[in-house]
């Protein structure tokens, strides 16, 4: 069986760790898929614009390899993992994603949508209209999904760390509030039942604070388990101001934008 790409999906997320788990859980996480020129896709197109939401068939891209069973972001109770055929993991025999996403327009080629858990540059396969009367089962029985604490918290910002993710976003490629939302909605921060794969945080449960580490930025929260809420309060640079001195070695290419973060807010280095 031959399969090739019909497009390319853009997008935000560069790195596994910034696409949102399920993506329909997270408005505001945009792309677009541009479709190969020259195979008369403009026809193939044609209708698809009353839909108000699109299966998007595409390639996992950036795994190499399978496993046989995986461990889910919120595992059921008593389990650790589960079967890789019970899960929407990645690592699969064939590396094939499903997605559902919202279609908010289309310009020839290009689909833009909204609700994407795709990486940049995922390769699309396939795509097809989501049509609810055949496509939605409300009382399906989900396994051991049902097991799982489903409810989403409320990932809000504090003033200043908008004013400062604003200023991140306007001088780089960077979203620090697309990435918090991913990593932190899923709550769970207490009594070690916190995704134990997010290795980048740090938690004082006592104070119900944390910090979130995002490449070499770095996130101050502070959590409500009463409430649901985790409320986004400042960020500060990964670096030492050590290394941020002038003409200090610069691997990411990202230290003039971390001296700048530091000189306008006055925050702290690690």
Partial sequence: MEINPIGTFFGDAVYKYDAP??????????GRIVLNSGCNFETALRDLDGFERIWVLFQFH???GWRPTTRPPVPPKGKDRVG?????????????GLSCVRLLKIE?????VDEADLLNESPIIDIKPY??????FPEAKAGWVEEQDGEIWTVMQSDQFAEQNCWIRENSEFDLLS???????????S?????????????????KTGVLAYRTFRINFSYNETSRTVTLQDVFSGYTAEELKAGSFDKYGDKELHRGLVKKWNVLTC
């Avoid at 993506?23 to 945009?30: D, E, I, N, T, Y």
């Fill in 21 to 30: 788990r399920q993506g329909r859980l997270f408005a505001g996480h945009p």
């Fill in 62 to 64: 950036e795994n190499e």
């Fill in 84 to 96: 890789t055929f019970a899960s929407r993991s990645p690592y699969r025999p064939n590396p094939i």
């Fill in 108 to 112: 020839g080629l290009i689909l833009f």
């Fill in 131 to 136: 049509i609810p009367m055949a496509d939605s």
């Fill in 179 to 189: 990435f918090a939302q991913v990593q932190l909605s899923r709550g769970g921060f």
């Fill in 191 to 207: 009594g070690g039942t916190f995704d134990g794969t997010r290795r980048r945080l740090v938690l004082d449960e006592s104070s």
